[in-house]
Nanobody, 112 residues
């Protein structure tokens, strides 16, 4: 499974961005797709995850602001009302038969 993320950039606080993650290769057995982020000096953390049935879960810090959707083979993360604290490298993720796959990361920078 190969994952290609795109859509990051620089935005002012209160603005919006949409990230995309396209999967290629064998899609057999992929159930969970998600987004993680890692800010400088911090550990990578889960942002949002979506199951094959469309059910989604979010980190408390992004609930009500971020929305994850999937239209296989692409997963999207719509980010609204962005805050400076959302600045991080965002990584897309897929779990296939218990193995995690990662995209290359895309930088999101929110300025005040």
């Amino acid at each position: 499974v190969q994952l290609q993320a795109s859509g990051g950039g620089l935005v002012q606080a209160g603005g919006s961005l949409r990230l995309s993650c396209a999967a290629s290769g064998s899609g057999f057995g992929i159930n969970l797709r998600g987004w993680y982020r890692q800010a400088p000096g911090k550990q990578r953390e889960l942002v949002a995850v979506i199951g094959s049935d469309g059910s989604a879960n979010y980190a408390d810090s992004v609930k009500g602001r971020f929305t994850i959707t999937r239209n296989n083979p692409v997963v999207y993360l719509q980010m609204n009302s962005l805050q400076v604290e959302d600045t991080a490298v965002y990584y897309c993720n897929a779990i296939q038969l218990g193995t995690h796959y990662w995209g290359q990361g895309t930088q999101v920078t929110v300025s005040s």
